[in-house]
């Protein structure tokens, strides 16, 4: 019974997690603003970042974040910027501000920042067999 338990969870955190990606994403595309993916992420974690009508062009794009190690210059991906962040190692958990730089115009996104552990702390703990009973 305690592995439909967590099956089940696993399950309903999977859907969940995919559905407001999908919606996120849906949302950034069309309001012109900076996409990161994954949208909650652990420090020291890898995201892709993309912005919709910002390719390459005579000026730099690029984005920006307390979170991120280092600026992310976005390359042309059809007819959105696109690259690559590395989130710093020892970050505050909390939601940081992105800033693209699109030549004249700029879009913001945001990135939420978890602890580590913090989705195994929703399933029961230990995962082993049950205790025996003490005689």
């Given at each position: 019974?305690?592995?439909?338990?967590?099956?089940?969870?696993?399950?309903?955190?999977?859907?969940?997690?995919?559905?407001?990606?999908?919606?996120?994403?849906?949302t950034?595309?069309?309001?012109?603003?900076?996409?990161?993916?994954?949208?909650?992420?652990?420090?020291?974690?890898?995201?892709?970042?993309?912005?919709?009508?910002?390719?390459?062009?005579?000026?730099?794009?690029?984005?920006?974040?307390?979170?991120?190690?280092?600026?992310?210059?976005?390359g042309?991906?059809?007819?959105?910027?696109?690259?690559?962040?590395?989130?710093?190692?020892?970050?505050?958990?909390?939601?940081?501000?992105?800033?693209?730089?699109?030549?004249?115009?700029?879009?913001?996104?945001?990135?939420?920042?978890?602890?580590?552990?913090?989705?195994?702390?929703?399933?029961?703990s230990?995962?082993?067999p049950?205790?025996?009973?003490?005689?």
């Open positions: 019974m305690r592995l439909l338990s967590i099956t089940a969870l696993g399950a309903a955190l999977v859907a969940t997690g995919l559905a407001s990606t999908v919606a996120s994403e849906a950034a595309a069309a309001g012109g603003r900076v996409t990161v993916t994954p949208s909650v992420a652990a420090a020291g974690q890898r995201v892709e970042l993309r912005v919709p009508n910002c390719s390459v062009g005579p000026k730099r794009h690029w984005a920006r974040s307390k979170a991120f190690t280092s600026d992310v210059t976005l042309g991906k059809g007819d959105a910027g696109a690259g690559t962040a590395t989130l710093k190692r020892k970050l505050t958990v909390g939601t940081y501000k992105v800033t693209a730089y699109c030549g004249g115009r700029t879009a913001t996104g945001k990135i939420r920042v978890v602890g580590k552990g913090a989705w195994p702390s929703l399933l029961p230990p995962l082993g049950p205790a025996s009973p003490t005689p």
